[in-house]
T-cell receptor, first 114, second 114 residues
Framework: DAKTTQPPSMDCAEGRAANLPCNHS???????VYWYRQIHSQGPQYIIH???NNETNEMASLIITEDRKSSTLILPHATLRDTAVYYC???????????????FGQGTILTVHP | EPEVTQTPSHQVTQMGQEVILRCVPI?????FYWYRQILGQKVEFLVS????????KSEIFDDQFSVERPDGSNFTLKIRSTKLEDSAMYFC????????????FGEGSRLTVL
C-alpha cells in the first residue's frame, strides 16, 4: 500500500471548517484513500473513503486531486468533539494479498478550540 | 446500529500468564482483524482472519499469539505467555468486504502486564 504524509498537528476554531491534507504521491490506480479518526484511546472510527471522485457523507467531505496524489478531508463545521487523531490511509483492493488490512501512520492531531 | 464488542475492557495480568481477549464482530461480517496500540504509539496491524484461517499476519504476531473463531460469533486473540511489552490496547475489527469495505473497530481491550 502507498505511503501517506500528513502534518503532525492542526488547530481549528469551533464552527469553522477543518481542512486536513494528505499526500499520497505513490498511490496506484486501484488504491482507495480512506480516512479514520481516533478520539482519545477509543477504537478508530471510519469517516469516509474514495477512489478518484470527491465524496461526501454526513460526517465529512473528501476532495481528491485529479492526479490522485493528494487529498483533503473537510469537516464543514468542526465541534469540540471532533478533536482527535485523523488518519489518511491508502488501501489496496481485491486481487492483492492485503485482505483489507489498514496500515496506520502517525496521523494528524486535530485540536478544535472554543 | 450494529457494533463490534470487546471484552474485557481492561485486564491486568502477571508476566508469563496466558491471556484471552474476546471480540464479537458485527454479525454478517466475514473478515476479522486484530490491531494493537502501545501507549503513545501508532495503531499496528497484528492479524487478519477469513474463512476460518489466518489470511495475513505481521511480524509482531509471533508464536505467542493465536486467533480463533470458536463458535461462529466470537473471535478471540490468545497470548500464551505474556511479556511486559505486550501491554497495549488491543482492537478488534470486522468488515463485510475484505477489499473495499470499511473496517468497524471495537472500543478495545487494555492489557496491562506486570
Amino acid at each position: 500500500d502507498a505511503k501517506t504524509t500528513q502534518p503532525p498537528s492542526m488547530d481549528c476554531a469551533e464552527g469553522r471548517a477543518a481542512n486536513l491534507p494528505c499526500n499520497h504521491s505513490t498511490i496506484s490506480g486501484n488504491e482507495y484513500v480512506y480516512w479514520y479518526r481516533q478520539i482519545h484511546s477509543q477504537g478508530p472510527q471510519y469517516i469516509i473513503h474514495g477512489l478518484k471522485n470527491n465524496e461526501t457523507n454526513e460526517m465529512a467531505s473528501l476532495i481528491i486531486t485529479e492526479d490522485r496524489k493528494s487529498s483533503t478531508l473537510i469537516l464543514p463545521h468542526a465541534t469540540l468533539r471532533d478533536t482527535a487523531v485523523y488518519y489518511c490511509i491508502v488501501r489496496g483492493t481485491a486481487g492483492g494479498t492485503s485482505y483489507g488490512k489498514l496500515t496506520f501512520g502517525q496521523g494528524t492531531i486535530l485540536t478544535v478550540h472554543p | 446500529e450494529p457494533e463490534v464488542t470487546q471484552t474485557p475492557s481492561h485486564q491486568v495480568t502477571q508476566m508469563g500468564q496466558e491471556v484471552i481477549l474476546r471480540c464479537v464482530p458485527i454479525s454478517n461480517h466475514l473478515y476479522f482483524y486484530w490491531y494493537r496500540q502501545i501507549l503513545g504509539q501508532k495503531v499496528e496491524f497484528l492479524v487478519s482472519f477469513y474463512n476460518n484461517e489466518i489470511s495475513e499476519k505481521s511480524e509482531i504476531f509471533d508464536d505467542q499469539f493465536s486467533v480463533e473463531r470458536p463458535d461462529g460469533s466470537n473471535f478471540t486473540l490468545k497470548i500464551r505467555s505474556t511479556k511486559l511489552e505486550d501491554s497495549a490496547m488491543y482492537f478488534c475489527a470486522s468488515t463485510s468486504r475484505g477489499n473495499t469495505g470499511e473496517l468497524f473497530f471495537g472500543e478495545g481491550s487494555r492489557l496491562t502486564v506486570l
